[in-house]
């Protein structure tokens, strides 16, 4: 990656000035402001979201998220700043697709994301899960990469990257083996409609040996990366961006910018 972007975070704790500036001191080119929809209110009213931040600035619609951008132009136009790129983290829950789309597809994004945050029973993909049962754990996977490949090959909206397909293991941990016979499916899923696969800054920080499991799948595969940090804060801009980088290097991928 030869101009060095962070392609996912968030401005629901930090403002969007506080955010630049982050990405600027961490010598951040290109940076994307990926809000979660269900952190915009007037899609709350059609979505029934299960897995939402219980803290954090609500935006009443998104003329008001996209204000944001506007009242700072002059200041992300200027020399120091870095890009600074319109988005959305969008979630996938399966029979409010349309609903989704239609909220998502009024404007013209610069770039989206799409992740999967619960499953089909309600629970949040990072709930601590009781490890008793190992038949239970491998159903939660089963379900958790099945939705993302419905999610990569369904998706009513044009999206640019799959982000975090792996933070299922912050509720219910899987073994390194079990996680690539799992990825290999989602990678060419993935290869075929042309999207690429997040390494995740959170992941990578949290549980770096199975972001490398990630990395082989999409070796194997042969599908682009994209590196996201999930900052929630602006300390936590370009957090394990060196370690993708070092993935992307031994493992040849290839960055999207
Ligand atoms: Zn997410
Ligand atoms: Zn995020």
């Not at 982050?22 to 897995?51: D, L, M, P, Y």
């Not at 990366?225 to 961006?241: L, M, P, Q, V």
Request: aromatic residues 8%; glycine residues 6%; negative net charge.
């Amino acid at each position: 990656m030869d101009r060095k972007s962070d392609n996912h975070t968030h401005i629901l704790f930090d403002p969007l000035e506080q955010m630049i500036e982050g990405a600027a001191q961490r010598g951040i080119k290109s940076i994307s402001i990926t809000e979660h929809i269900s952190q915009i209110k007037e899609i709350r009213g059609s979505v029934n979201f299960r897995s939402t931040h219980s803290s954090g600035r609500i935006f009443q619609n998104l003329d008001e998220y996209l204000q944001e951008f506007s009242s700072l132009q002059k200041y992300i136009d200027s020399k120091s700043s870095a890009n600074v790129r319109k988005g959305l983290e969008v979630d996938y829950i399966p029979g409010y697709e349309k609903e989704i789309s239609r909220f998502v597809n009024s404007y013209r994004w610069d770039i989206i994301l799409r992740s999967v945050h619960e499953l089909s029973d309600g629970s949040d993909v990072e709930a601590k899960f009781d490890p008793q049962s190992s038949s239970m754990r491998a159903r939660r996977w089963t379900e958790y990469i099945g939705t993302e490949i419905a999610l990569v090959k369904e998706s009513e909206i044009r999206f640019d990257v799959l982000t975090h397909p792996i933070r299922m293991l912050v509720g219910t941990p899987v073994t390194e083996e079990e996680l690539l016979e799992l990825l290999q499916e989602l990678a060419e899923a993935c290869r075929t409609e042309k999207r690429a696969i997040e390494l995740n800054g959170k992941d990578l920080t949290t549980h770096p040996r199975h972001v490398a499991v990630l990395a082989k799948a999409c070796s194997q595969a042969g599908c682009s990366i994209s590196f996201g940090s999930d900052a929630h804060h602006s300390n936590e801009i370009a957090r394990g961006y060196e370690r993708a980088r070092e993935l992307a290097e031994s493992f040849n991928l290839n960055f999207i910018t």
